[in-house]
């Protein structure tokens, strides 16, 4: 039985992703701090704007705590393949995608939901605006150091330069929707679904993506026989269910809960996931505080307008993303790694610059890692597709451009990744 685990690890390349060992202590009085604040927002957010927000926020501060417990990347996973050749992120990527396809074709196909209102997927055109955007974030995510979830719960665990790259994501996404209109404008297909473009129904397009999923798990299995990269750092956990709250978290297991939780917002609100639009949401309410109209903008129309004039603890992903701030918060007091440090002005510049790139990309890509890559694949979307190659393409670019910044990349000699 052990030479046969010994030869399954071989073959399909698993790797641990948590190691044993002694952890910090529990940072008691800030992590009261949060989950008196988390409360807090809670109620106030049940009392303004009902109990389905309530729900997403909860579902938020899950996710939160989801990625900062097993610091799941979308960043540092093309990053780690482009550089080197290291798979272990790619292949949760692979792992939570299939997952996700499955409820969502699921969920889809049946009409399933919780709260009255039809689920629908993410599902947009394919044109230059898409490709372009998606090219911008792959750089602009390797820059800020952080992608669109990543910003969010690596600024809750603590990390302080993520204060600027949130700031300029939101300006960028502001400007992105300013601009929009005429993006609209430059050639591109219609929206195309796997499941409801081609004929092949909902159970068509979920064998074709598996097969997808799995050629492509098959493929980074050979790369990394062949290039034998450096393997990212085992995290830190515990034993027994100490584990749940303390330590860190298998990549593939939070790849899994990821997938759960993106299908349970689905039958919650009937749409999947999203991070972005409520930063040009929140764009557009400050400059509107200022005496700036942008109902003249042409993106802030219809829902996106009547967003506008409410409380953003009615908007849905508003609310999400407090919740994932809050999550990542509560979950590195938890494990004793809430310390922010000081950071480095070059690294200061690539945080404005990536969230600026992100920001203004999302929009033209008509989502980011989560709304257009994850929730745009889940959804059999052809965009989403189109999304993770583009910004693959342009994390390779931006491997070039980090140095500029004093930033540095993985390398073949590393220990660790």
């Given at each position: 039985?052990?030479?046969?685990?010994?030869?399954?690890?071989?073959?399909?390349?698993?790797?641990?992703?948590?190691?044993?060992?002694?952890?910090?202590?529990?940072?008691?009085?800030?992590?009261?701090?949060?989950?008196?604040?988390?409360?807090?927002?809670?109620?106030?957010?049940?009392?303004?704007?009902?109990?389905?927000?309530?729900?997403?926020?909860?579902?938020?501060?899950?996710?939160?705590?989801?990625?900062?417990?097993?610091?799941?990347?979308?960043?540092?996973?093309?990053?780690?393949?482009?550089?080197?050749?290291?798979?272990?992120?790619?292949?949760?990527?692979?792992?939570?995608?299939?997952?996700?396809?499955?409820?969502?074709?699921?969920?889809?196909?049946?009409?399933?939901?919780?709260?009255?209102?039809?689920?629908?997927?993410?599902?947009?055109?394919?044109?230059?605006?898409?490709?372009?955007?998606?090219?911008?974030?792959?750089?602009?995510?390797?820059?800020?150091?952080?992608?669109?979830?990543?910003?969010?719960?690596?600024?809750?665990?603590?990390?302080?330069?993520?204060?600027?790259?949130?700031?300029?994501?939101?300006?960028?996404?502001?400007?992105?929707?300013?601009?929009?209109?005429?993006?609209?404008?430059?050639?591109?297909?219609?929206?195309?679904?796997?499941?409801?473009?081609?004929?092949?129904?909902?159970?068509?397009?979920?064998?074709?993506?598996?097969?997808?999923?799995?050629?492509?798990?098959?493929?980074?299995?050979?790369?990394?026989?062949?290039?034998?990269?450096?393997?990212?750092?085992?995290?830190?956990?515990?034993?027994?269910?100490?584990?749940?709250?303390?330590?860190?978290?298998?990549?593939?297991?939070?790849?899994?809960?990821?997938?759960?939780?993106?299908?349970?917002?689905?039958?919650?609100?009937?749409?999947?996931?999203?991070?972005?639009?409520?930063?040009?949401?929140w764009g557009g309410k400050t400059l509107q505080a200022i005496g700036i109209d942008v109902t003249s903008w042409g993106y802030f129309t219809g829902a996106t307008a009547e967003a506008l004039s409410q409380t953003v603890l009615a908007d849905s992903t508003s609310v999400m993303n407090f919740g994932i701030i809050?999550?990542?918060?509560?979950?590195?007091?938890?494990?004793?790694?809430?310390?922010?440090?000081?950071?480095?002005?070059?690294?200061?510049?690539?945080?404005?610059?990536?969230?600026?790139?992100?920001?203004?990309?999302?929009?033209?890509?008509?989502?980011?890692?989560?709304?257009?890559?994850?929730?745009?694949?889940?959804?059999?979307?052809?965009?989403?597709w189109v999304w993770g190659v583009m910004a693959l393409l342009g994390t390779g670019l931006a491997l070039f451009i980090r140095p500029l910044f004093g930033?540095?990349?993985?390398?073949?000699?590393?220990?660790?990744?």
């Amino acid at each position: 039985m052990e030479q046969s685990v010994v030869t399954d690890e071989k073959r399909f390349n698993f790797k641990p992703t948590t190691v044993i060992t002694n952890l910090s202590p529990v940072q008691k009085p800030i992590m009261s701090l949060g989950i008196i604040a988390a409360i807090a927002l809670l109620i106030a957010t049940v009392v303004t704007a009902g109990w389905v927000q309530g729900i997403l926020y909860i579902i938020g501060l899950a996710l939160g705590a989801t990625l900062l417990h097993a610091r799941f990347g979308f960043t540092s996973a093309f990053r780690r393949l482009a550089s080197v050749g290291n798979v272990q992120g790619i292949q949760a990527h692979m792992v939570m995608l299939a997952v996700a396809t499955t409820l969502f074709a699921i969920i889809l196909g049946t009409g399933f939901n919780f709260t009255g209102l039809t689920p629908a997927g993410y599902v947009s055109p394919v044109g230059v605006s898409v490709i372009f955007g998606s090219f911008i974030f792959g750089i602009g995510m390797q820059l800020g150091n952080g992608c669109a979830s990543g910003t969010l719960y690596n600024l809750g665990g603590g990390a302080s330069s993520m204060v600027l790259t949130l700031i300029a994501f939101i300006i960028g996404s502001t400007v992105g929707a300013y601009h929009l209109p005429f993006w609209m404008g430059t050639p591109s297909l219609p929206p195309i679904s796997l499941a409801e473009s081609t004929g092949l129904g909902f159970f068509g397009a979920w064998i074709v993506q598996l097969a997808l999923f799995a050629l492509i798990y098959g493929v980074t299995v050979k790369v990394a026989k062949r290039k034998n990269p450096p393997s990212m750092k085992p995290l830190p956990t515990t034993n027994g269910w100490k584990k749940i709250f303390r330590g860190s978290w298998p990549l593939f297991a939070a790849a899994i809960i990821l997938a759960i939780l993106n299908a349970l917002t689905l039958t919650v609100r009937g749409q999947p996931w999203g991070i972005t639009s409520a930063f040009a949401l929140w764009g557009g309410k400050t400059l509107q505080a200022i005496g700036i109209d942008v109902t003249s903008w042409g993106y802030f129309t219809g829902a996106t307008a009547e967003a506008l004039s409410q409380t953003v603890l009615a908007d849905s992903t508003s609310v999400m993303n407090f919740g994932i701030i809050l999550g990542a918060f509560i979950a590195a007091a938890a494990q004793g790694s809430f310390k922010p440090k000081k950071f480095k002005p070059g690294v200061a510049g690539a945080a404005i610059v990536g969230g600026l790139l992100m920001g203004y990309g999302s929009r033209l890509a008509f989502g980011c890692n989560i709304g257009a890559y994850f929730g745009g694949i889940a959804s059999f979307s052809l965009h989403g597709w189109v999304w993770g190659v583009m910004a693959l393409l342009g994390t390779g670019l931006a491997l070039f451009i980090r140095p500029l910044f004093g930033m540095k990349n993985p390398k073949k000699s590393d220990q660790f990744c």
